[in-house]
């Protein structure tokens, strides 16, 4: 399934000249940060491309325990003013794929995601970096995702079956804006999307059975 995900991914990235790439659900437990995870790995590991996966869910960060690296030392010590941008930058065990972890959990992050700080950093790892992928935190809980739009090429949003109500998924592409969002990704239960499906998402790629871990 990932190396699919990968391919479409690279696709568009490459056709529509993107680099600052955001995965993100309407709600949480829909498989966003194994999906970002292993997308950011898989990536990395043609060679092709140097890719930076940056932890943005800093209420719940969880990429370093996907990376089993530690968790100290990331993006909110850095918005916090207590570690320079050089000391959060890591290389990971896959080649070329570096990371920048959550750090310490915040309570209220999203006045420092909309600040001049978060925006410069993301400016200087466009130029550093093929492709920048970001772990957002779910869409509709809280504004986070909403926040930094302005500052995403484009958006993948997770769809588990059972789990998330249609209505709230069709609101968080609201909240972001259909030109923000390239894919979507059908996680869980195997079956032909419906009507409904087709109405909405018809344009979006779709990849289905994304089985994992939901964060």
């Known amino acids: 399934m990932i190396k699919g995900l990968r391919a479409k991914v690279e696709y568009k990235m490459d056709t529509l000249n993107l680099r600052v790439l955001a995965v993100s659900s309407s709600v949480a437990g829909e498989g966003k940060t194994l999906t970002a995870t292993h997308l950011a790995a898989n990536m990395a590991s043609t060679g092709r491309k140097k890719v930076l996966l940056i932890d943005l869910d800093l209420r719940k960060p969880s990429v370093a325990g996907e990376l089993g690296m530690a968790a100290d030392s ?9 570690v320079p941008k050089e000391k959060i930058i890591r290389n990971s065990v896959v080649p070329g794929l570096s990371v920048i972890v959550g750090g310490k959990t915040i309570p209220s992050p999203a006045d420092m995601l909309a600040g001049e700080k978060f925006r410069f950093l993301l400016r200087e790892m466009r130029e550093q970096f093929d492709v920048v992928i970001l772990d957002t935190p779910p869409i509709l809980p809280v504004p986070d995702a909403v926040t ?41 239960e195997e079956k032909k999307p419906d009507k409904y499906y087709h109405k909405y998402y018809g344009k979006y790629y779709q990849v289905a059975h994304a089985e994992g871990k939901r964060s």
């Not at 990331?74 to 207590?82: A, K, R």
């Not at 769809?159 to 609201?174: E, K, Y």
Request: glycine share 12%; no cysteine.
């Open 148 to 188: 930094i739009s302005e500052q995403v090429d484009a958006f993948i949003l997770l769809f588990r079956f059972n789990h998330t109500p249609h209505h709230l998924f069709r609101q968080a592409i609201d909240d972001l804006g259909e030109g923000k969002i390239v894919g979507v990704v059908l996680n869980g």
């Open 74 to 82: 990331g993006m909110s010590e850095f918005l916090s003013g207590s």
